[in-house]
């Protein structure tokens, strides 16, 4: 597991390496701020992850893993199908840009009348995507989970979340202009925090559901789809209040803007690749929905583990290479770019190296202590600790592909990965079903480890023709974490019989102890300049010529 309480100092670590070269202002806050936007985002995300399990427990420990929760779930995919293009990464990698130059070059004013022409454009859209998903919800439900029409009413009450959770992206998008346009002014907490709201607001629908379901006489779950709608509009409501303190007025506008060109011939290329992500999450849970009650459910609760480090680890890191190569690319600096790539590459390695062999090796009880209440089985729980031992192993490619996207963005480039996409695409159907047909319910997330793999060595191949990212060097530090990882799991694997409850957490922290140890041994980058800064600390200063 990633040894959080470590994390602090290693992203300082990354910044105060990123803030050791010359940044040009082309628009981005200034280099007090980015320094701290990575270690802030991190916080809130780690706030929003620990919400999203007790959302989780509370979730499963009421439906469990069966029709009703495999209904949300897959009701939810609807929404989400359209959720990173316009309301997370993509969206903010093509608008914030766009945004900090406007804010730079021609002032706030312009850079606001930017974003209500796009939010103007944006709206009109969602309400489009909106109406049809509330009108045609059986034809999302045949896309997703077909599967569903061997069981008595899963796929009407499929069909009937669809419609509830209609309005739901459309808050989502606008709260995340929102966070974009708070990001550039150098505000980060509170935009990363903003997501949060739908854990709670689902949180609260699960405690009254009860009283819900005997008052109105729908079933709960519907409650459930009600409230993930609302927390949409609730995550931009948050925001708007610091958005008006710096001057902007929400005034969603028609007349265009001839940036909006820009935007929207360099978001195609963007669109391609977010619609083959999502076509390669649709085969997962198609082809889930064909094997009863419950395997949709265990996947995306196993899946849950993987985004721990994805969020918390490698998202944050994301942020701030992002950040820092625009900058760094725009002096054409390749040296610079190379050493920060392959700084955020070792980081990202050295916290998730550990995490992925940590969620493999004590997949089953970790899964029995969150989950294993209530309604959800000791049954559930081998099926979605199962599922999680395959997403560990992609859990390495996944973190990797959060930290290489950016970097292409930075090189005003998303054609490379939209090829890539579409090539991952046309291999990952074939190779799904032909693992789950060996290898059982395990086989789609190794189906997803197998086609993340093919995508981040060529995305890494190309980058190193145009860097030489994979030099000797690198290849030394990548092979030390791999070593001290190795030694973690070997002593790890003796324990996992005796990690039930409490101990669980003391197995953790052995696990993070031993590789701390043994990254010292073979000098890991980042555990060594972790180890100064503590001893650094600790040490008292230096006698004086006068003592």
Known sequence: ???????????????????????????????????????????????????????????????????????????????????????????????????????????KEAAFALINALMGVLLCILSIITLILLFFPTTFVTLIAS??????????????????????????????????????????????????????AIIVACLVSDSFESQFGHPKIVLIAI?????????????????????????????????????????????????????????????????????????TLSFRFIQIPQGIVASSIAIALLAQLSNVLASHDKVTAKNEIQRAIHLNNTLVFPAAVGLFVFAEPLVALTFEHGKFTALDTASTAHSLKGYAIAAIGICLYRILLPVFFALKDPYTPMKWAIVIAILKLPVAYALLETLGLIGLPLSHAVTVSVEVTAMLWILNKRFHILDISFLKETVKIALATTIMALILLPLKPYSDGLLLFIHVAIGALVFGVFGLVFKVEAVSSLFQKISRKRLPPPPSDHD
């Open 1 to 107: 597991m990633v040894d959080i309480s470590g994390f602090r100092q290693c992203l300082e670590h990354l910044r105060d390496r990123m803030a050791s070269s010359p940044l040009p202002a082309i628009g981005m806050p200034p280099p007090p701020k980015l320094r701290k936007a990575a270690f802030v985002t991190s916080i809130a995300s780690m706030l929003v992850r620990l919400s999203g399990f007790v959302r989780d427990i509370i979730f499963s420990t009421i439906f469990g893993a069966g029709a009703a929760a495999d209904a949300f779930y897959a009701a939810l995919r609807a929404p989400n199908l359209f959720r990173e293009l316009f309301a997370e990464g993509t969206l903010s990698n093509i608008v914030v840009p766009l945004f900090a130059e406007h804010n730079e070059q021609k002032g």
């Open 227 to 299: 409230s993930a709608s609302l927390s949409g509009f609730l995550s931009a409501v948050i925001q708007y209040p610091s958005l008006r303190e710096m001057g902007y007025r929400f005034r969603p506008s028609l007349k265009g803007h001839p940036a909006l060109k820009r935007a929207f011939k360099f978001g195609l290329a963007a669109v391609v690749g977010v619609c083959v992500v999502q076509f390669n999450l649709l085969v997962e849970t198609q082809l889930a929905s064909r094997l009863g009650d419950g395997p949709v459910s265990h996947l």
């Open 147 to 200: 599967g569903f029409d061997s069981t008595p009413n899963k796929f009407e009450l499929t069909a009937v979340l669809i419609q509830w959770l209609s309005p739901f992206l459309m808050g989502l998008s606008v709260a995340s202009l929102f966070s974009g346009m708070l990001n550039v002014k150098g505000k980060f907490f509170l935009p990363a925090l903003a997501p949060g709201v739908f854990n709670l």
